[in-house]
């Protein structure tokens, strides 16, 4: 089944997961000590878990004004994106992550996108892209791709 974008429900789990690898990046709680792009970031987060990705994403562009190199915010910023129904650029800041550092949680997540817009060829490319550099890739979701598609990679 296609989930169409902006179905939230769908692909809450995805980003619930990306929520959470990108929050436990080794940040310390308080923010006396860190950089301003990773208070912005963080704030993000927090509202991105609320569900308000307008405020979401307005504090992950101002992280990413600040600084433009941190490729977790543009992931961040490309999920909450995503949850609003902005598809393009959602696969926009994925490309932007993988541009930086060829960052495996961005090619799942584009995986992700591509799957939901029943892109399945670019969906089994970058999943296996993020395989290769060492993303642990959901057995379900490679079994979902594997009965969209019609293939086994």
């Not at 399945?120 to 999943?127: H, I, P, V």
């Amino acid at each position: 089944m296609v989930l169409k974008s902006g179905n939230v429900s769908g692909i809450g789990a995805f980003i619930f997961l990306a929520l959470l690898l990108a929050s436990s990046i080794g940040c310390p709680q308080s923010t006396d000590s860190l950089p301003a792009d990773v208070v912005l970031n963080n704030k993000g987060i927090q509202y991105a878990k609320k569900g308000m990705f307008d405020e979401a994403i307005a504090e992950y562009t101002k992280a990413i004004q600040i600084n433009p190199n941190a490729s977790f915010t543009y992931i961040n910023r490309g999920n909450a994106y995503y949850s609003k129904g902005s598809v393009e650029q959602a696969i926009s800041d994925f490309g932007k992550a993988i541009e930086i550092d060829e960052n495996a949680l961005a090619y799942y997540s584009r995986s992700w996108v591509y799957y939901n817009e029943g892109q399945y060829d670019k969906s089994w490319e970058d999943l296996h892209r993020a395989r290769e550099l060492g993303f642990p890739a959901d057995p379900k979701f490679i079994r979902m791709l594997q009965d969209a598609s019609g293939r086994d990679r």
